[in-house]
Nanobody
Framework: QVQLVESGGGLVQPGGSLRLSCAAS????????MRWYRQAPGKQRALVAT??????YIADSVKGRFTGSRDNAKNTMYLQMSSLKPDDTAVYYC?????????WGQGTQVTVSS
């Protein structure tokens, strides 16, 4: 089993930046695929970034503003968000696929507002 804990969310003004972290309870060296999703009020959960041991995929809606990374030594995945817009307001979740199962964190709220 893997427990995931997101952190780093908060209230930020438009144009600002935040870095989200997703800390895993075990080594992520063997976890090939980790992802960031977000869910805005009244909308379905949407994929934001896929970060694998081999590379990173960023959704078109945030490409150029968001970057994903992982630090296997710290068992942590990151989502660096810049040039934030009000439309980026959502609960951000991380997930990990391990042993054929998908594990989720509890989410962290990001609110972009002036």
């Amino acid at each position: 089993q893997v427990q995931l804990v997101e952190s780093g969310g908060g209230l930020v003004q438009p144009g600002g930046s935040l870095r989200l972290s997703c800390a895993a309870s075990k080594s992520i060296v063997s976890i090939y695929t980790m992802r960031w999703y977000r869910q805005a009020p009244g909308k379905q959960r949407a994929l934001v970034a896929t970060i694998t041991s081999g590379g990173t995929y960023i959704a078109d809606s945030v490409k150029g503003r968001f970057t994903g990374s992982r630090d296997n030594a710290k068992n942590t995945m990151y989502l660096q968000m810049s040039s934030l817009k009000p439309d980026d307001t959502a609960v951000y979740y991380c997930s990990a696929i391990d042993g054929g199962r998908t594990y989720w964190g509890q989410g962290t709220q990001v609110t972009v507002s002036s």
